[in-house]
């Protein structure tokens, strides 16, 4: 990210930087000359770029021209280049509006190209993952931007081959350069993030462990599926015998065994490609929306015929177990075997894949049941505001229609005045930045006066700065701690600052902070009162600490603002937009949404982490019941004989249930110890996902094991139920 800077000195600076581009978003109306007027107006996402945006990204328009280096800059540029979608939905695909005029914000500006349907561009703004639906020239200057107007980021394309550390070194030094011309040796520094790197980042560490889940789980349903074809194969010993007494051989044997698992894995395969079709839907529900290529994620012919391919392979290697011992069997240990009801010599084998198939649900419910007690803290979590019904929206005011701080202060004072007047309103405010949203611009400030202040760093510390309209704390339910709010006008001139509980804390741990002075910007402001820390980043930790500044001290044009009401928020909507279009029916609204929303939307990847993890856990723990119960059942089918004699001879049949539930116990236990150690290598996969909770939580740990025996214990009482049904006389007269 390259915040505010001049791209044209980045390229001239030679080196690896092949190219630059600046980007800032922002939304607005448009219309096209001579169209009726729609009852509200047409939002659209606008991408403000320098003019070699498209050939750095190497993409050509479908229609028309990109920018030309002269369309760049203050006072040039009166182009658009549209997004494919916007041109197919807004102008009915026309191609005769290439060339043709469109008025955004009420500025007429002429179309240049359009963009093919493959590209999209998602930018991340305060209000979450935008997709650019139109592309205009810079109007300003980066290397000279106001911050105060918003920030500009950007990317770069280095030459072919260039390291990374080779990269990042041009792109400090350019930062050097730029600091020395244009910030008076400030310390203005850049620093370059990959861009895969920088995508990937956030959800790398989730997708490790989905990725590791899905694998165990897998393993856990090929293991059940070799027990299941072993058992089966254990059952046709005679079948074997005769087949290998008439002459047929052991390849023949093996074949058929591997026949009958490839048939089940690719049918098994092919259901579950179609069930991923129906799913992929319902997961991406659930999914945060900067999931890198989140609009790109589907089931498509080459993702089917991957999954039918692993289903055939896991059959294959189910049924390698059984075809294996099948082929290299002797005759008479065939014969023994289908003779004599003693559980066959390939029962040890099939205790054994029970075992692994007991730790490694075990290593899957724990880590499933740590994630999904980390979720319900996070839903437990004080974000530091009050979220029910609360309805918020960006409202850009343009610097073209408003280019004074005084005009774009009295359309702000209009929009509070229409929203207020809105039927159910309760209270209305205004911020440059919502919570939970990352969006804040950061800065360092200090407090001389402070008896907190140790000297060092860390009495110059990083802070989340915003600005605000005097109702925003009520609206949000921020509660002030200490001393008042903003008031509604400027007196005499003095500009006055908030701070968090944070930084009181920091800065004050036992007296006040209302009446020391902020030094901030070059000024030094007096701080009137303290509020709760509203977390910026993340809603399960506190963040940097956090200044408030008044509005109409430091214009923004863009607020978003924040409306609590008695009614239900959807059927608000109509009446913001109108009282918007009271004010200027030209301004746009954008990123309409509640608070609960917002919330729900920085929930999104833990709830997804969550749902997989728990769908994969109880996956597993099906399975290996499946399994303990196949073993146990084949094992009382094949001691049958057996257990007739013991009845037969005084044994009674609560001796002989528990004699199986004993063999039942032994797997589960030692399939309990074996899984130990994976529980601490998944605890160390887990650290980075967890909130609020160890990942070797003793309390968590306890219930999975405790529930997994339980289950365990009910899979083998059901088999061992036959033991009551066996009648000694039929038994052996079968026998």
Request: a neutral charge; glycine letters at 12%; aromatic letters at 4%.
């Amino acid at each position: 990210s390259l915040a505010g800077t001049d791209i044209t000195l980045l390229q001239s600076m030679g080196g690896p930087i092949q190219s630059a581009v600046g980007l800032r978003g922002s939304s607005r109306t448009l219309t096209r000359p001579g169209a009726v007027a729609s009852a509200a107006p047409e939002e659209i996402e606008i991408l403000h770029t320098t003019a070699n945006f498209l050939r750095v990204l190497g993409v050509e328009p479908m229609l028309g021209r990109g920018f030309a280096a002269d369309e760049e800059g203050p006072g040039r540029g009166d182009v658009i280049v549209l997004g494919h979608e916007l041109w197919r939905s807004r102008f009915g695909a026309d191609p005769a509006i290439v060339g043709g005029d469109v008025q955004l914000n009420g500025r007429t500006v002429r179309v240049i190209g359009v963009l093919g349907p493959d590209f999209h561009f998602q930018r991340h703004s305060e209000s979450g993952a935008q997709m650019s639906d139109a592309y205009v020239p810079h109007s300003v200057d980066l290397g000279r931007a106001d911050a105060g107007n918003g920030d500009s980021s950007g990317f770069i394309r280095v030459q072919q081959g260039t390291s990374r550390d080779v990269a990042m070194s041009a792109v400090s030094a350019a930062g050097r350069v730029m600091d020395e011309k244009y910030f008076g040796k400030r310390g203005l520094k850049l620093y370059a993030v990959p861009l895969a790197e920088d995508l990937i980042a956030p959800v790398r560490q989730p997708l490790l462990v989905l990725g590791a889940a899905g694998a165990v789980l897998l393993l856990v349903l090929t293991v059940n599926m070799a027990t299941l074809l072993l058992t089966r194969a254990s059952r046709r010993d005679h079948e074997f015998a005769i087949s290998r007494a008439l002459g047929a051989n052991s390849s023949a044997l093996a074949r058929a065994t591997l026949l009958e698992a490839a048939i089940l894995g690719i049918s098994g395969g092919a259901g579950g490609a179609l069930a991923a079709v129906w799913g992929t839907s319902a997961l991406l529900a659930l999914a945060p929306e900067d999931l890198p290529r989140r609009a790109n994620i589907a089931v498509d012919w080459e993702v089917a015929a991957i999954v039918t391919g692993l289903g055939l392979l896991l059959g294959l290697l189910a049924g390698a177990v059984p075809a294996i011992w099948a082929a290299k069997a002797k005759l008479a240990t065939l014969m023994r075997n289908a003779s004599v009801r003693g559980g066959g010599a390939h029962g040890g084998m099939r205790r054994a894949m029970v075992v692994v198939q007991v730790a490694l649900s075990l290593v899957l419910l724990s880590a499933g049941a740590l994630v999904v007690r980390s979720f319900d803290r996070l839903l437990r979590a004080s974000p530091g505001f009050s979220a029910e019904g609360v309805l918020t929206m960006s409202v850009p005011v343009p610097v073209e229609r408003y280019p004074e701080d005084a005009q774009a202060r009295d359309v702000h004072q209009r929009l509070e005045r229409e929203l207020a007047s809105i039927a159910g309103v309760e209270s209305v405010g205004a911020a440059s930045a919502l919570p939970l949203t990352n969006s804040a611009s950061q800065t360092t400030v200090s407090i001389p006066s402070a008896p907190g202040n140790r000297g060092g760093e860390r009495d110059v510390p990083l802070v989340d700065y915003l600005t605000t309209r005097p109702g925003y704390f009520e609206t949000m339910g921020i509660r002030i701690l200490e001393g008042r709010g903003f008031t509604p006008a400027i007196s005499n001139g003095s500009r006055e600052a908030l701070i968090d509980r944070t930084m009181a804390r920091q800065f004050f741990p036992d007296g006040t902070a209302v009446g020391a002075r902020l030094a901030f910007a070059g000024e030094s402001l007096p701080i009137v009162g303290v509020v709760e820390h509203a977390r910026m980043q993340n809603i399960h930790a506190d963040g940097r600490g956090q200044v408030y500044l008044r509005n109409d001290d430091f214009t923004s044009h863009t607020l978003t603002f924040v409306v609590r009401s008695r009614r239900a928020l959807p059927g608000l909507v109509p009446d913001v937009r109108a009282a918007i279009r009271r004010v200027d029916p030209e301004l746009a609204l954008a990123a309409v949404q509640s608070m609960e929303d917002v919330i729900g939307e920085s929930l999104r990847q833990p709830k997804l982490s969550a749902s997989l993890l728990a769908g994969f856990s109880l996956g597993a723990l099906l399975l290996a019941a499946m399994g303990l119960y196949g073993v146990i059942a084949g094992s009382v089918t094949h001691r049958r004989h057996e257990m007739a004699v013991r009845l037969a001879l005084g044994a009674d049949h609560g001796g002989l249930l528990r004699l199986v539930l004993g063999e039942g116990a032994r797997l589960v236990g030692l399939g309990l110890l074996v899984g130990v150690p994976g529980i601490y290598v998944a605890g160390r996969l887990l650290e980075g996902v967890l909130v609020g909770i160890s990942s070797f939580d003793p309390a968590t740990l306890g219930a999975v094991t405790f529930g997994l025996t339980l289950v365990a214990a009910i899979a083998c009482y059901l088999p061992a139920r036959r033991v009551t049904s066996i009648a000694p006389a039929q038994s052996l007269r079968e026998g």
